[in-house]
């Protein structure tokens, strides 16, 4: 795709604290790897536990949406907008991520008809080859977010 690969921060439409992945380590045309160092800074964290199984959701949702913004980057176009429709057959192996241990967290393209895109996510800890959570995603990034919302009346 491209090299180097660049922030994060530069292919996501979000901002700030919303930005919950740190870096991306590797990409190709079909699938992303990104990076994730667990520290109380982190939202989502609960002291004392680390941060719930279930905002792995969101970590995945984040490797597709950086997935997404490299296409654009390499068409030459701005990063654009998109939609998580669905989550499929979510499974983690642990309830917390414990802070000081850093994830990789994967997204490998599966299928795509459009602005239609499924996608095979996993977490897992780095140097370790268990997966600590499963999902299949569906996301949806319209040609023209402003016309799509727009339609949906908002």
């Known amino acids: ?57 969101e970590w995945m949702a984040l490797a597709c949406a950086a997935y997404g913004g490299l296409e654009d980057r390499v068409k030459g176009k701005p990063v654009t907008l998109g939609l998580l429709l669905g989550t499929r057959n979510f499974k983690a192996t642990r309830p917390y991520f414990a802070p000081g241990l850093d994830f990789i967290i994967e997204a490998r393209l599966s299928y795509r008809d459009a602005a239609i895109g499924v996608f095979d996510c996993s977490v897992r800890q780095r140097g370790s080859d268990i997966l600590d959570a499963t999902a299949q995603l569906t996301v949806y990034q319209p040609e023209d977010v402003r016309a799509f919302l727009e339609e949906q009346g908002q």
Do not use: N, W, Y
């Open 1 to 57: 795709m491209i090299t180097p690969l660049p922030p994060i921060a530069e292919l996501l439409p979000h901002t700030g604290r919303a930005i919950l992945l740190d870096t991306i380590e590797a990409a190709d045309a079909s699938s992303i790897s990104c990076t994730l160092h667990v520290r109380p800074e982190c939202p989502f964290f609960i002291q004392g536990k680390g941060v719930s199984a279930h905002v792995s959701i």
